[in-house]
């Protein structure tokens, strides 16, 4: 029997209307648009105002957009699974939310917290559910509310995040297109360094926590920075190694959209070319769990059958690994 590859056979994203950019971001902070296009490369992210839309609201619509371009019903769908760190609530998670709202009936799914890494800890996993012959389709989702989770006050975090959801369906394949390899790593020692202080079980939130700002995003950029760029290089060329190819073969780079110049090092260090290197930091900043699928969205139609594509990401946690695929279509 032909080995079965987990293929993505479409891909779907969704921002919010609402643009935050760097002049509006002046008239909040101490901070001008040439520190943060300099600093960071982003020059405006989405916002999801409305306040009764969350995280499962972008996810319904990625879906919904797969649904609709590779037409298939969502009863079709066996399982979704959500990468994210703003989840609609605690609990239940937002994987089932989005199933329920978008009528599907036959799936189940799950959350996965992996911060910024999450869309590839969740594509492993999806793959895997296809590979072993056990699901038909699986639709993995990358998707965070970040302006939920950010204090507007600081500078140093407030500029950097914003709102969007990406996606995609994986499907079986037996012409030797999709999922190739994964190395995926994870060191808690770093949470000091990126981490929400208050509302798990360690730190409830009370009162105090809310005034002392303890439920927003905490960030020690630079450690971050230089544990991003190591990481993201060090795997990628692990799953080269593992699988005999050079960097001369990779057709397109997705890289985290956390820093410009993060990208840039990895770019360089790696010596590839910049045409091959997906960038949308710019237009989106960084949306967590929602960058590299957003990459796929924008770059989609560029992609040819057979590309080699590299997936490589860092986040809390630390969190981070790099995926090699074949594009399917
Ligand atoms: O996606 C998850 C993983 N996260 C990342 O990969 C993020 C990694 N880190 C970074 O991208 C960068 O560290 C940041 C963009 C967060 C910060 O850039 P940096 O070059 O590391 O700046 P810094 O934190 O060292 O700050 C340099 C200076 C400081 O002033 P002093 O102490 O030199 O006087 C900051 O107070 O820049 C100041 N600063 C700002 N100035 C204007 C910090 N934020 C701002 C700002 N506008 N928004």
Same mark, same amino acid.
């Given at each position: ?7 993505? $056979? ?20 101490? $901070? $001008? #648009? ?43 769908? #066996? ?8 989840? #609609? ?23 996965? %917290? ?51 959801? !990406? ?9 030797? &297109? ?7 790593? !994870? ?46 290089? &060090? $795997? ?14 990779? #057709? ?6 956390? &820093?410009?110049?993060?990208? %840039? ?51 809390? !946690? ?12």
């Amino acid at each position: 029997m032909a080995k079965i590859f987990a293929a993505i $056979t479409g891909v779907g994203g969704y921002v919010p209307e609402d643009i935050l950019s760097n002049t509006d971001l002046e008239k909040m902070v101490d $901070t $001008t #648009d040439e520190w943060i296009t300099t600093r960071t490369g982003i020059k405006e992210r989405r916002i999801l105002k409305d306040p009764n839309k969350a995280t499962s609201d972008m996810g319904v619509e990625v879906v919904k957009q797969i649904l609709e371009k590779t037409g298939i019903s969502p009863e079709e769908i #066996d399982m979704l699974i959500c990468a994210t760190v703003t989840p #609609d609530t605690t609990f239940p998670d937002t994987a089932n939310t989005i199933l329920a709202k978008v009528g599907s009936k036959n799936a189940f799914g799950y959350d996965i %917290n992996a911060a910024c890494s999450g869309f590839l800890y969740a594509l492993t996993t999806g793959a895997k559910f296809i590979e072993s012959g056990m699901y038909k389709k699986v639709i993995v989702i990358g998707a965070d509310k970040m302006s939920s989770i950010i204090d507007y006050t600081d500078r140093s975090t407030c500029i950097i995040f914003g709102d969007g959801a !990406g996606g995609v369906l994986l499907e079986p394949n037996t012409e030797g &297109n999709g999922f190739i390899d994964a190395v995926l790593r !994870g060191d808690g020692a770093g949470r000091e360094f990126l981490h929400m202080k208050a509302g798990g079980s360690l730190k409830p939130a009370t009162a105090e926590t809310v005034a002392s700002k303890e439920h927003y995003v905490f960030q020690d950029g630079k450690p971050v920075f230089k544990a991003a760029v190591t990481g993201m290089v &060090n $795997t990628v060329n692990q799953v080269l190694e593992r699988n005999q190819l050079t960097v001369e073969d990779i #057709d397109w780079l997705v890289p985290h959209q956390a &820093n410009m110049r993060i990208i %840039n090092s990895v770019g360089d260090m790696l010596e590839i070319p910049k045409e091959k290197v997906m960038v949308n930091i710019h237009k989106f900043g960084n949306t967590t769990a929602g960058t590299l699928p957003l990459c796929l969205w924008d770059y989609e139609s560029k992609l040819k059958k057979g590309d080699h594509i590299m997936f490589t990401a860092f986040g809390g !946690g630390f969190t981070w690994g790099s995926v090699l695929l074949k594009w399917a279509y």
